[in-house]
Structures are given as C-alpha cells and as structure tokens.
C-alpha cells in the first residue's frame, strides 16, 4: 500500500460550493446541507489527524473548471492560509487534475479533495492483507489521471547509450509502473473474490444477513450485541474496513449467518467501491439486509438515501431490506420517534447500545425468514441423480427415502430456489 507521509496533526481550511438546486446530489437548495456536509468533512479531517481552523462557503452556479471555486475566492484562500499558519486546504468534492494543479500553484499548500481524504483515511484504517491491497488499487487509480500535477518536476526526457531515440518522460515512466501494479492488484483481489465465492457455496444451507448503513451509524456495536462477537466499534467513521460474518442464533433451529460491512458515506470514491466489490459481495449475495440508521442524527434522511443509491449501484436494492433505527436512547424528541415509527414501513427502532427493543427486530428477522422459505416433498426416479445434485445444490435436503425405483427427497429452501427445483423437475 502506498504510505501517505502525515505530521501528527496538520492545520487545514475546509471548502465547500453551494450549488443550486439539483446540482448537489441532494436535489434541493439548502445552506444547511451544506454545513452539514462541512461538518462531516470536518470529521473526516480530524479522522484522517487534521486540525479544522476554518470552513469556507461559496455561493457558485457550477464549479469553477480552473480553480473549483472562483479566482477570487482562491487567492482569498491563499491570504487566509497565510495568516492563520495552514498547511492542508480541503475540498468537499473530488478535484480535476488541471483544478488539483492550479490551486497548488496559487496556494503554495497541500491540496486534498474528498476522495484523496476518504482515501488516505481507508489506508490508515487498512490492517488485513485484502483491505490493504483493495485500498492501494483505488489509490492507484486515483492517482493516475493526477501525476501531471505529482511529477512535473520530473518530467524531462532522456536519452544516451542504450537507449533508442530520446527516450520517454519519467510520467510516462510512472505511469506505466502504476497501471502494471493495477493489473497485478486486481488479479490479485479476483483470486480473492474466487475464494470468497468457493466459501459461500458452503453457506448455501444458511440464511444470510448482511448489515450496511452510513458510516458511524453503530453497525459493528449491533453486530457484536447479536453475535456475542468482538469487532472494533468505535465512535469513529470508518472503523470497520473489513467484512466480518458470525453465526446468529434467533431460535427456532434457524440457520443464520450475520455480516457486517464497510460503512458508505455520501460521495464515497467509486474506485473505492470497486475495489471494495469482494468485500461487499456479502451485500449481494444476503438473503436479508439490515440497514442501520442513526436515528439520532439531524440528517439522516439523507444518510438513507445515500444507503439506498449505494445498495442501488450495486444492485441489491430489491432485496428484503428491514431499516433499524439505531440509537433511539439520544432522541429526547418523541414526536420523532413516532414520526419514524409511521413514516417508513418495515422497520424497527431500537437501541444497540443499551439493548433496547432488540427483542422486536429478532422477531422482525424470524418473520421473514419463515416467510421467504418453504418444505417440499418431491419424488424421482433412481436414475435422476442429475436431478438429486441440482436438489442438493439449491436446498437443505431433510431427508431421502428409497422404494422401489423411486426416491422421496423432502427439501427445505428458499421460495425462488423452490420454484427452481420444480421447473426441473416438472418441466
């Protein structure tokens, strides 16, 4: 992975566009959202070891395509930088490389978008070998289209003995040893995806449960409370990088098998959630997603919908989906519990930390479960072992009887994997 030298703690000015309506991601106009999404950068700073000494807003109709913000508003940064001793300014939204380069020259400081943050945030965070290696190749190809702005200092041409012609610039140089590392990366994560595959056919017989949610909205602190597990669960962002799946015991002689995930955060790198695909295969390949929200927070329908457009880009939006309002002990508004009680169906509120109504989403899963499940009893000649595998493959078979030249198979499996199983069997 690539190490991102840091001081202890860094100075750092925050930037912010707010845009009119539609053109924020949000599809409304609001000055709100706006410092709302400051303070979230704020603490992805501090998170990432930064020192927030001022927030700066600008009023534009778009981006400005040389400088994200106007001229102007850029040499006032430079002048507040100066006199309030900052070495980082940070932008809300990802930098083109002509932005990333002219703002350098302007300001004479480090420049850092969001995804550069989130980024450096993830390889500080990055302990296993697959999280570290997921990590380095969206760094990589982060970082490609931006060694103009890296390695112009080093952009001269060279030539001599042994060498044909003048030779290459060293960006051409670097870019070739990068997009070499990519490929070596991604053959790298296939092998593992092909591993992670290969085990989920052992999980065929369990129901799986998969937990996502915005990042810090206490998905590993329920994960532990159901599992009896020990993840890290830290009022952090992003302190769980890595996907961890334990059995749940629900009762009933249920078979389930509970993940937990990364956290999404609004505008989340898409080289991130590419790399991270392994990782995230727990999401597709659920039978049931939890998504968790932090009830408590003053924008959390928005965190909902961040949730739902990221389950959405990675196709598990029609999937059984049960929201679980988290952290109802910090409401002291009751109206807005009864507001999220009425509002969004199938959905439970509760408290993970304290274990408040934990009963209630036990029950909700146990529904649901026997809903989406069924019993069938099916006969076969002896010599449709064909038949008997594809049977074995797509359900929990509970037991076989012989007579004569038949076979009497009773299955328990899932209703479309049921409907499978008889189209070939009738069909």
Not at 47 to 66: C, F, I, R, S
Request: hydrophobic share 40%.
């Amino acid at each position: 992975m690539i190490d991102i030298p840091r001081k202890t703690t860094e100075r750092a000015i925050l930037v912010a566009l707010n845009l009119p309506a539609g053109r924020q991601g949000t599809g409304e106009l609001s000055k709100e959202i706006v410092e709302e999404h400051l303070t979230e950068l704020e603490e992805l700073a501090l998170t990432a070891g930064a020192e927030t000494v001022l927030k700066v807003k600008q009023d534009k109709y778009a981006a400005d395509p040389a400088y994200y913000v106007g001229k102007g508003k850029a040499e006032e940064l430079a002048y507040l930088a100066d006199v309030n001793d900052v070495n980082l300014i940070i932008f809300d939204d990802d930098l083109s490389p002509v932005q990333l380069r002219n703002l350098e020259n302007l300001l004479e400081k480090k420049i850092v978008d969001r995804s550069g943050l989130i980024l450096d945030i993830f390889a500080s965070r990055a302990k296993t070998k697959e999280a570290k290696t997921q990590v380095e190749l969206a760094q990589l190809q982060y970082m490609l289209p931006r060694l103009t702005r890296a390695w112009t200092h080093l952009s001269k041409q060279y030539g001599g003995i042994g060498t044909k012609g003048p030779g290459e610039t060293q960006i051409e140089t670097d870019r070739r040893i990068i997009r070499s590392r990519i490929i070596l990366l991604k053959e790298k994560l296939a092998k593992i995806e092909s591993q992670r595959i290969t085990q989920s056919q052992g999980r065929k017989n369990f129901t799986r449960i998969s937990l996502v949610g915005y990042t810090n909205a206490g998905k590993s602190t329920l994960f532990n409370l159901l599992t009896k597990a020990d993840v890290l669960a830290e009022d952090k962002l992003f302190a769980t990088l890595d996907s961890t799946t334990r059995s749940l015991d629900l009762g009933k002689s249920q078979k389930i098998l509970l993940s937990d995930t990364v956290g999404f955060i609004r505008k989340l790198p898409p080289h991130l959630v590419a790399s991270f695909k392994s990782t995230l295969k727990e999401v597709n390949d659920a039978d049931i997603i939890l998504h968790v929200i932090d009830a408590s927070h003053p924008f959390f329908e928005d965190h909902i919908r961040v949730v739902e457009q990221t389950l959405k880009d990675l196709d598990c939006d029609k999937k059984n989906i049960i929201k679980v309002f988290n952290k109802i002990d910090l409401i002291s508004d009751k109206n807005k519990i009864h507001f999220i009680a009425n509002q969004y169906e199938k959905s439970v509120i509760i408290s993970a930390q304290r274990g408040i109504n934990i009963s209630s989403l036990n029950n909700m899963l146990l529904q649901f479960i026997e809903e989406s499940f069924v019993e069938e009893k099916v006969d076969l000649k002896l010599a449709d072992s064909k038949k008997a595998a594809v049977i074995h493959s797509l359900a929990e078979v509970l037991s076989t009887k012989y007579e004569d030249q038949t076979m009497h198979i009773t299955y328990r499996a899932r209703k479309e994997n049921s409907e499978k199983i008889k189209r070939l069997i009738y069909d």
